[in-house]
């Protein structure tokens, strides 16, 4: 659909001149921003809400039951954590969109850093009874980027893997080189994701409407935070999933290869490609 403005000036007597003007980039926009606002409205009413009802409950006076009044403090932090989790998320996607954001470029061992995230996310694969299994293979080139960057796409690929697959599941996380790039798949047996919503779960604030997906806490930020972070690297991300079967996910970004020294110090702006 389309929209037009149209504004009439009188010339003389009967005649007029219409000036139409196609304005459905500004109505575009400005439904994004709506959305925007109402998406992020929404999100941060539920733990607002919360820390309102605790701390007015504490500040009664009338539990004096130890454990009560720790359990309200706990909420009152966890919701808090939360609150500031989703603001640096939607500040961070939001840079990154509009290409304020700025790669802090180094020479990162994919390895290691894979190593480092799986242990970090083997508690919520226990939790679920999840086989988290990394393969690495013996070598494999660095890559060029932002190592808390690429760390955050690691953990929310590996953490949305065990988040959407039931217990007892399986996740394979993989890595190897290939014509000057590294890919990086994560695989799950988890609940999939429809062919129509494969596309669309890569915009920020999407969930899958789907009532497992709605069960587990989360805001929509995660993969849009991925693409935005991938595509700055000059890399790409990619799903492919069959519903009821699982998921993978693969990551691939420009590897440092052997002919470096010849690139070394080119290509290493924090500009969005
Ligand atoms: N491995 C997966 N298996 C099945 N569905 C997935 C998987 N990863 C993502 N999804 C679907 O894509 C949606 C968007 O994922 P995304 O990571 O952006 O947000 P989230 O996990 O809901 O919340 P957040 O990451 O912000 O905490 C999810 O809500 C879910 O519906
Ligand atoms: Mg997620």
């Known amino acids: ?82 609150l500031n989790q989703l603001v640096e998320d939607i500040l961070n996607v939001s840079q990154m969109e509009v290409g304020s954001a700025r790669l802090d470029v180094g020479e990162v061992p994919m390895d290691d850093m894979l190593r480092k995230v799986v242990q970090d996310m083997q508690g919520n694969a226990d ?16 890559v060029r980027g932002d190592r808390d960057r690429l760390a955050v796409v690691l953990t929310n690929l590996i953490g949305n893997a065990i988040k959407y697959t039931p217990q007892a599941g399986r996740v394979d996380v993989s890595c190897s080189a290939e014509n000057e790039r590294v890919r990086i798949t994560v695989t799950d047996t988890g609940i999939g994701i429809a062919p129509e919503a494969q596309e669309k779960i890569f915009e920020k604030f999407y969930r899958v409407d789907d009532s497992r997906v709605a069960k587990i806490p989360g805001t929509g930020l995660g993969l849009a935070i991925v693409r935005e972070t991938v595509r700055m690297h000059g890399g790409a991300v990619f799903v492919a999933s069959t519903p009821g079967k699982g998921s993978t996910f693969t990551v691939l970004l420009p590897a440092i290869g052997l002919d470096e020294s010849a690139r070394r110090g080119a290509g290493t702006t924090g500009e969005r490609k």
């Open 1 to 82: 659909m389309r929209f037009w403005q149209a504004a009439g000036a009188g010339v003389s007597g009967s005649e007029h001149i219409l000036f139409v003007q196609d304005v459905t980039q500004s109505k575009e926009a400005e439904k994004a921003r709506d959305q925007f606002l109402y998406h992020v409205t929404h999100e941060l009413r539920t733990p607002l809400t919360n820390i309102r009802a605790y701390a007015e409950t504490l500040s009664q006076g009338v539990i004096d039951d130890e454990q009560t009044i720790r359990e309200c403090y706990n909420v009152i932090m966890g919701e808090t954590r939360r």
């Open 127 to 142: 939790g679920k009874q999840i086989d988290l299994v990394l393969s690495l293979p013996a070598k494999l080139p660095k």
